[in-house]
Nanobody, 117 residues
């Protein structure tokens, strides 16, 4: 059974940095999955923050461009999200998602990120 466990969330002051990690287990070949980070703030819909395809192509939400970087380590079944220059509006629960094309999705339980002074 596929399991995703996020870590690395917490409280940080505006302008600070955090690195989120998503450890995946239970799949036969992690490299065959596309990966993504999503977030959901209170009262808002879950939104895509960053995405990486199986081939390594990336895409970012406009709000994340230039500040966030997604990466993956296929040898360790891990997805990372480096977040720099954090803003209060980045406060949300961040979720990792793996997708096995065409439509099989797996989600982690989420990790809270709070940006405030």
């Amino acid at each position: 059974q596929v399991q995703l466990v996020e870590s690395g969330g917490g409280w940080v002051q505006p302008g600070g940095s955090l690195r989120l990690s998503c450890a995946a287990s239970g799949m036969s070949s992690f490299s065959t999955y596309s990966v993504g980070w999503y977030r959901q703030a209170p009262g808002k819909q879950r939104e895509l923050v960053a995405y990486m395809s199986r081939s390594g192509n990336t895409a970012y939400a406009d709000s994340a461009k230039g500040r966030f970087t997604i990466s993956r380590d296929n040898t360790r079944n891990t997805v990372l999200l480096q977040m720099n220059s954090l803003k209060p509006e980045d406060t949300a629960v961040y979720y990792c998602k793996l997708n096995l094309p065409p439509s099989t999705d797996y989600w982690g339980q989420g990790t809270q990120v709070t940006v405030s002074s």
